[in-house]
């Protein structure tokens, strides 16, 4: 009998008192699968199966699985599949935001609890990567990430539509009246026809090239379309590369450190990427004990150009993305601006990686220095009285026209009171009113939803009006566009300054300066704060859980008790 702890199924034996019974019963009820005795002596590769029937972004991972089976068991392993809780973006109620930390608390508890020498982490809608990096993060195993891979567009009536930038595109012209019942829902049909994730740089594509940044996927795959025979090919990889990990690891805490994560930063402002990122990279950063700090931000994404032409950005899908070099062309292109010494999980650094140029790439996606989307970052923090700890802004799906302006508030309470009055045709708005949503953050009961994209009130949007500055303590999704500020910390719900805007104030937005400051004087915003109240903690469950844990965007709205103990806050 392999009484061995440090491999296959004899590691975490479980707690029966006497170790050998323990694992001569493991092996017992394995046996009742039919395994051989020689199988159960091999080195175990877990695989994290995050399909699910409400996950269409999922749908191809039964057949993932398999592919990454076959790279283990070839390797002379035993893969062993087991379930997660699966986060599919729009199937959630209030928002999978309010679930990506049970998923990561989930998958750090299995990588941990099952016998298992390394991992495969098959994921990809937008919570199910970042739960998996910050579970992988805390469990310091070594894992593989293998994402499922973005959808195809598809031609409709000769326009390519994909999810979800265009979803976006439609409804707002739906809502402004000028597409009809009948054809919007055509086109809801036509918007996600192949399995896979968002078809554009949102959050599961960003996080996605991010992961491979990190170190975490094999070089050149976060983008393989989940279609391709390519992305089973590497899910096969995906599977051996786990087994060489068992005798030469890599471990996460050896890829996460401050320079791959300031890399990751870098990667973010040059793809344009989605805003939700940040939050994410934030929390998989702190599970290592490393702070993304937003004035670091500011000084990178200065210096870093927006190099790749995808929706929402710019007009391209993934597919084009892949096709033109994917995340190595693009990281070549900058790579004067990159740590070079981070290792990946092949443990190769980036400098080897990037030895050599790569053979082609297409210049329409992915630009050359010299001819940049924008020769500035995509991302920008604003600090200031509204903000004291900060607010994010895609100034590279924004309107710069707006990026300087001081006007009037008009603030909805929270999500009911915006979809109460937001078509209201009585709605007192101009389209030089600033749009302010409180109450939606990671404390408040709507858990930090997809809401900052606030609609245009109707009456406008009929009148022509595209975009409006609009302020929230929550997140859009990584598809959207307009001149929207997020993530205000700290979030009304915990009493920052946003609790005390009231329609009518006036706020000052300064792109140029990174300012957003609420002009009112402080004797009146005295007054305010003394008869505000913060809403009754939930009862029980998970709800309670994060209420009492839950931090703020800019600490990337982890579990405080998940941080490591010497980074706590
Ligand atoms: Fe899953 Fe967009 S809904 S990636």
């Known amino acids: 009998m392999d009484t061995d702890e440090k491999r296959g199924l004899a590691r975490n034996v479980a707690g029966y008192g006497d170790r050998d019974f323990s694992l001569y019963l493991r092996r017992s009820f394995a046996r009742s699968m039919g395994y051989s005795p020689a199988m159960l002596e091999r080195p175990v590769v877990g695989i994290v199966d995050t399909s699910s029937g409400y996950n269409n972004c999922h749908r191809t991972v039964p057949e993932l699985i398999e592919a990454v089976r076959r790279g283990v068991l070839a390797a002379g392993g035993l893969p062993l599949p087991f379930p997660t809780i699966s986060l599919c973006e729009p199937a959630l109620f209030p928002t999978s935001m309010h679930y990506r930390n049970l998923a990561a608390l989930d998958t750090e508890a299995m990588l941990s609890a099952q016998p298992m020498d390394a991992a495969v982490l098959v994921g990809g809608c937008d919570k199910t990567v970042p739960a998996q990096l910050m579970a992988a993060a805390s469990a310091d195993l070594p894992v593989v990430g293998l994402v499922t891979g973005p959808m195809l567009a598809t031609f409709y009536q000769g326009e390519r539509l994909a999810a979800c930038t265009d979803c976006r595109r439609y409804w707002a012209a739906y809502r402004a009246g000028r597409v009809s019942a009948e054809r919007i829902g055509e086109i809801e049909g036509r918007l996600a026809t192949t399995a896979g994730t968002c078809g ?140 070079l010494s981070a290792i990946d999980v092949t443990g190769r650094s980036l400098g080897e990686r990037l030895a050599t140029p790569p053979v082609f790439v297409d210049r329409r996606i992915i630009r050359a220095r010299a001819e940049p989307i924008s020769p500035v970052g995509g991302l920008v923090a604003l600090f200031g009285s509204l903000a004291p700890r900060g607010a994010i802004l895609k100034r590279s799906a924004a309107t710069p026209a707006l990026f300087e302006r001081e006007a009037r508030a008009l603030v909805f309470d929270g999500l009911e009171d915006l979809a109460r009055r937001i078509d209201d045709p009585d709605l007192d708005v101009t389209p030089e009113d600033f749009l302010v949503l409180k109450n939606a953050g990671p404390l408040s009961a ?46 009304a719900a915990a009493g920052g300054p946003l609790a005390l805007v009231e329609t009518g104030d006036r706020i000052r937005l300064s792109v140029a300066e990174r ?45 405080a008790f998940m941080k490591p103990a010497d980074a706590k806050t």
């Open 446 to 491: 709507a858990g930090m939803p997809e809401a900052g994209y606030l609609p245009i009130p109707q009456k406008l949007a009929r009148a022509g009006v595209k975009d409006m500055v609009r302020i929230s303590d929550c997140r859009m999704s990584g598809t959207a566009f307009g001149t929207i500020v997020l993530h205000v910390a700290p979030e």
């Open 515 to 559: 300012r957003l400051d609420l002009l009112v004087e402080d004797a009146v915003l005295a007054r305010r704060r003394a008869a505000w109240q913060a809403r009754p903690a939930p009862a029980r469950g998970w709800n309670r859980l994060v209420a009492e844990q839950v931090l703020q965007a800019d600490e990337g709205c982890d579990l």
């Open 200 to 339: 554009v740089m949102g959050t599961a594509s960003t996080m996605a090239c991010l992961a491979e940044t990190l170190g975490f996927l094999p070089a050149g795959t976060a983008s393989i379309p989940a279609v391709h025979a390519e992305r089973l090919a590497a899910a096969e990889a995906a599977g051996a590369l786990a087994m060489r990990l068992i005798e030469a690891p890599v471990r996460p805490s050896q890829l996460i450190t401050r320079e791959s994560v300031e890399n990751a930063l870098t990667v973010l402002l040059a793809l344009g990427g989605s805003t939700n990122a940040l939050i994410h990279l934030t929390a998989i950063a702190g599970r290592r004990g490393i702070a993304v700090d937003l004035r670091r931000l500011n000084e990178l994404s200065d210096a870093t150009p927006v190099l790749v032409d995808l929706k929402p950005t710019g007009d391209g899908y993934m597919e084009d993305f892949h096709a033109a070099g994917g995340l190595p062309a693009l990281l070549h292109e900058i790579k004067d601006l990159l740590h």
